[in-house]
């Protein structure tokens, strides 16, 4: 596509349910990133996906958050036993080769928990 | 580790006035820095990025930034602001730590301009 998808673009989700943020990186980019934007911590890592390489899940916040990419393409991040603190945008980004390629960020996904 | 700082949480100027929206970072290598825009309820999207070539850089918008390595500065510039130019920007340093290129950000500045 034309540039990073990410789908839904709100969810509104009930306390202690799991939820599922999907990610479509642009065609033939190799790395992949996932963020976190909320009120009170700005915006912040979360995980990088490199190619067939281990993922570098340094930024995930707990064991509730996880994350896989499948066949090196599109991304979801799982987030397990949902807690209000986890309400924020999910944005997801992709480069090409060499870090210091412009990240393009998809518009993200806005994460309500009640 | 690397960190940036982005003094003034919220800047407000005149239509046709200078913007000025500062940075700074810290990095213990040389830094690939980026200054991003976000519209409410859009992504982010690049204005412009220094990665070790001109030190004065220009991007989109009319926008222009500048590393000072001494100053461990990259402020961001425009002349004449619009009011489309209102907006939440980003200033942000790529972690030369890890490798993996991944943006450590600012807390942000929201611009506002007034007719």
């Known amino acids: 596509g034309a540039g990073v998808s990410q789908s839904p673009s709100n969810k509104v989700t009930e306390k202690g349910k799991d939820v599922e943020l999907r990610c479509d990186p642009i065609?033939?980019?190799?790395?992949l990133y996932w963020y976190r934007q909320s009120l009170g911590q700005g915006l912040e890592f979360l995980i990088y996906f490199q190619g067939n390489s281990a993922p570098d899940k340094s930024g995930l916040p707990s064991d509730r958050f996880s994350a896989e990419r499948t066949g090196g393409s599109v991304s979801t991040l799982t987030i397990q036993r949902t807690q209000q603190e986890d309400s924020a945008v999910y944005l997801c980004a992709s480069r090409g080769t060499g870090v210091g390629n412009t990240q393009y960020f998809g518009p993200g996904t806005r994460l309500t928990v009640l | 580790a690397q960190s940036v700082t982005q003094l003034g949480s919220h800047v407000s100027v005149s239509e046709g006035a200078l913007v000025l929206l500062r940075c700074n970072y810290s990095s213990s290598v040389p830094p690939y820095l980026f200054w991003y825009v976000q519209y409410p309820n859009q992504g982010l999207q690049l204005l412009l990025k220094?990665?070790?070539?001109?030190?004065l850089v220009k991007g989109i918008n009319g926008f222009e930034a500048e590393f000072k390595k001494s100053e461990t500065s990259f402020h961001l510039t425009k002349p004449s602001a619009h009011m489309s130019d209102a907006a939440e920007y980003f200033c942000?340093?790529?972690?030369?730590?890890?490798?993996?290129?991944?943006?450590?950000f600012g807390q942000g500045t929201t611009l506002q301009v007034k007719p």
């Open positions: 942000a340093v790529s972690d030369g730590s890890s490798n993996t290129g991944k943006l450590i």
């Open positions: 065609s033939g980019h190799t790395a």
């Open positions: 220094y990665t070790s070539a001109a030190t």
